[in-house]
């Protein structure tokens, strides 16, 4: 079984700049989520996609992050514009379902992009 | 605010000895907690879970405890090996996942 794929791997920018990161789920995998994952912290949830509706995004800056999953498979997830606190790695994941948390809503981890703003 | 917090940023064991891993949370509402474990250039993969309604749940060499009065999660790796070298996540959740911020273990052969 294929794993959750992104790319790039890596970007430098400069701020202000925009970028996009891609992201394509496990077949058949429902829910979608993009972490941030600042050096030295853990990863903290962007937004989560059932399919192609947003089921939380209260942690997403609005007025620069955007992010969507128009045909409910791959994603796409852009700054605009970038800042120097955006330097990270963004991670996405994806689950075959969503709900009170049962063995099959495990979140299989793609192996994130790994973006700097100078 | 931190809800998971991980307060060991590093750890450092013997082969074949015991890691334990430490993890404390803040919020009652979590029912669910998780370990990821993650290697350099990858994302974190599942290592073993538990539910609220249980204090110990083991897998093989690893074995996570919980105790739901002191808000604390463990996880011991018995025997330890080089290739458990990696950063370890203590994750809980209620509707969504919750990270600590990690601690990076180290198994010196």
């Known amino acids: 079984e294929a794993g959750v794929a992104q790319s790039p791997r890596y970007k430098i920018i400069e701020k202000r700049q925009s970028v996009a990161f891609w992201c394509n789920p496990i077949s058949g995998h429902a829910t979608l989520y993009w972490y941030q994952q600042i050096l030295g912290q853990g990863p903290k949830l962007l937004i989560q996609?059932?399919?192609?509706?947003?089921?939380?995004d209260s942690q997403l800056p609005k007025d620069r992050f955007s992010a969507e999953r128009l045909k409910g498979v791959d994603s796409t997830l852009k700054i605009q514009p970038a800042k120097l606190e955006d330097s990270a790695v963004y991670l996405c994941?994806?689950?075959?379902?969503?709900?009170?948390?049962?063995?099959?809503?495990?979140?299989?981890f793609g192996p994130g992009t790994r973006l700097t703003v100078l | 605010d931190q809800q998971v917090k991980q307060n060991s940023p590093s750890l450092s064991v013997q082969e074949g000895r015991i890691s334990i891993l430490n993890c404390d949370y803040t919020n009652s509402m979590f029912d669910y907690f998780l370990w990821y474990k993650k290697y350099p250039a990858e994302g974190p993969t599942f290592l073993i879970s538990i539910s609220s309604i249980k204090d110990k749940n083991e897998d093989g060499r690893f074995t996570v405890f919980l105790n739901k009065s002191a808000k604390h999660l463990s996880l011991h790796i018995v025997p330890s090996q080089p290739g458990d070298s990696a950063v370890y996540f203590c994750a809980a959740s209620y509707n969504k996942l919750v990270f600590g911020a990690g601690t990076i273990l180290r198994v010196k052969s």
């Open positions: 994941a994806s689950s075959f379902a969503m709900g009170p948390f049962l063995l099959y809503n495990e979140q299989f």
């Open positions: 996609f059932q399919n192609n509706g947003v089921v939380d």
